[in-house]
């Protein structure tokens, strides 16, 4: 919606490509219809007309026009977002490809280097076990506002904090969702149902659902670079987040200290014993956690009377005790005894990598005091653990 800035680049991007794998692009170009009798909305309709037309003089690749944006054409109701511009794209692209094919999501406003979509072809030749890829990403940063890019790069530390911290305990669920950064096979969207169409976190179930069937993986030797720009489309994202962070207002993007996730470490580590029934429970926070938020009296003696064996109650329990569930206990414990975010990213920093730490950061050091600098000097710290982290994530 509204991308006739960003979407002329990405689609340079795509034109450099440096493949031997043909491929084709579909665009979905999207509005709510009511947009067309509003006038204060109806400039981002002309504006979507104005990319159409250049989309359909576009000579430079096999595009795919989904055209939900003039009139009569747009959203009606509540149908509308970016959740029901993927389901229409994959929709059209299920139609009309084979199983063995490749998608690989963008965004309109993201960039990749001309070795990126051979790098994800090989990937996908190299496992032939991996459904679904969860790729690596890196925001540019922008130069022409501070203010922007202090909360891109903010937001960004949230994103590799939270991802670190589920990574080091060997979570299932460590990966980072975003849109603009997934690929799948063909066969595997089909066989999970397609994606569910939500006005945002859309792109979270989605790579939910695929860690849950199995065959995930998390590295890929090109990455994506997504822009970081302010935007209030989806209730939350990385659009929303920059929007909050401008205004001070981080509470719903803490820097989670690495002891809220000691108690799910826990609970995977007494797996086994929970399987013979020699642990309680009541012993462990997220095991109760997940106890009280299932409304039963013992879930575990269910899934326990309802598998052949312990690998079977394993993966059962991942299918219960999953990534929003993961968030959610993490967010409870957060608010038991919040910690502040340099102090959290500091003890985190020196616990995952001691040696690393720049002696300059300190826990007494906000990020209101760190130069641009500094932030991304953490940043690029964090991206590569990451990195070698996504590296040795089992393909299930």
Not at 55 to 80: A, C, E, M, V
Not at 81 to 90: S, T
Not at 184 to 209: C, H, W
Not at 248 to 268: D, K, M, N, Q
């Amino acid at each position: 919606m509204d991308e006739l800035d960003y979407l002329p680049a990405t689609l340079d991007a795509l034109t450099k490509q440096e493949t031997f794998s043909p491929f084709e692009v579909y665009v979905c170009v999207n509005q709510p219809d009511r947009y067309w009798s509003d006038p204060a909305l109806l400039l981002i309709c002309q504006r979507n007309q104005q990319l159409i037309a250049y989309l359909k003089n576009y000579n430079f690749l096999t595009l795919h026009i989904l055209d939900y944006s003039s009139l009569g054409l747009g959203w009606k109701g509540k149908q509308q977002g970016v959740g029901f511009a993927r389901k229409a794209l994959f929709d059209r692209i299920l139609s009309e490809s084979d199983s063995d094919d490749i998608i690989v999501s963008l965004d309109a406003d993201t960039l990749v280097g001309s070795h990126y979509l051979e790098s994800v072809v090989e990937n996908f030749a190299t496992h032939p076990r991996m459904n679904a890829l969860a790729v690596p990403y890196f925001h540019p940063l922008q130069q022409d506002d501070e203010t922007r890019v202090r909360a891109m790069l903010r937001y960004e530390l949230y994103m590799r904090n939270y991802a670190i911290n589920l990574l080091k305990i060997n979570s299932p669920y460590g990966f980072t969702a975003l849109g603009s950064a997934i690929a799948m096979r063909v066969s595997a969207l089909r066989k999970i149902g397609n994606i569910t169409p939500l006005q945002s976190g859309e792109d979270f179930y989605l790579v939910q659902k695929f860690c849950k069937m199995g065959g995930l993986s998390l590295f890929n030797r090109e990455y994506v670079r997504p822009a970081g720009r302010y935007s209030d489309r989806v209730p939350f994202g990385t659009g929303p987040a920059m929007r909050a962070g401008v205004r001070g207002t981080w509470e719903s993007y803490p820097l989670y200290p690495h002891s809220c996730f000691v108690p799910i470490r826990e609970a995977y580590q007494h797996l086994e014993d929970l399987y013979d029934g020699n642990f309680s429970p009541k012993d462990n926070e997220f095991l109760s956690f997940l106890q009280k938020d299932n409304h039963q009296e013992d879930i575990w003696y269910t899934i326990r009377n309802n598998v052949s064996d312990f690998p079977h109650f394993k993966k059962a329990f991942h299918q219960k005790a999953d990534g929003l569930r993961i968030l959610q206990f993490v967010r409870a414990k957060f608010k038991q005894n919040s910690v502040e975010e340099s102090v959290a990213l500091y003890q985190n920093m020196t616990k995952w990598m001691s040696q690393r730490v720049p002696r300059w950061f300190t826990p007494e050091m906000s990020f209101q005091q760190m130069s641009i600098q500094q932030m991304d000097s953490l940043r690029l710290l964090l991206f590569n653990e990451e990195q070698t982290l996504r590296k040795f994530y089992p393909i299930n």
